[in-house]
Structure formats: structure tokens, C-alpha cells
């Protein structure tokens, strides 16, 4: 996550990968600072601050669960 200010210039925003329908990278930053590079084709989505902190208590919770074992019935 960026280590930038947060104030009513910040943008939260969800960067897609179109053809492989994931997600890129979920962030903010500065309205006048928004990084314009896009990998093609790619499409940026701009979100609400909560629904940002949202989308980082989930990510968090996925990160941290411990990968699931699937037993195989042979």
C-alpha cells in the first residue's frame, strides 16, 4: 500500500486485467499523481473509501487463511 496522505485529493481506485477478468492492484493515491501506465488491456475502476477498506479487510483475511487441503477419493 501507498505510504501517502490520505485527504480529499485521495483516489481509491481497482486496476482490471480485462482479459484475464483479475485484478491487478488494489490502491490509492493523489488526484494529481495517478499513475497513468496501464498494462493493455486493462481498465481502472474508481471506488469509495469505504468500499476500499472493505476490499482490504478481505484481502487481508485471504492472505492470512491457511490454504485448504482438498483430500482426493481414489
Avoid: C, H, W
Avoid at 1 to 28: C, G, H, V, W
Avoid at 30 to 56: C, E, H, N, W, Y
Amino acid at each position: 500500500m501507498p505510504a501517502e496522505k490520505e485527504d480529499s485529493n485521495t483516489r481509491y481506485f481497482i486496476d482490471i486485467d480485462l482479459l484475464s477478468r483479475k485484478i491487478i492492484q488494489i490502491s490509492y493515491a493523489q488526484r494529481q499523481g495517478l499513475p497513468q501506465d496501464l498494462p493493455l488491456p486493462a481498465q481502472r475502476v474508481f471506488i469509495t473509501k469505504g468500499q476500499f477498506k472493505k476490499l482490504q479487510k478481505k484481502r487481508d483475511l485471504v492472505e492470512t487463511k491457511p490454504a485448504r487441503r482438498r483430500d482426493k477419493n481414489v
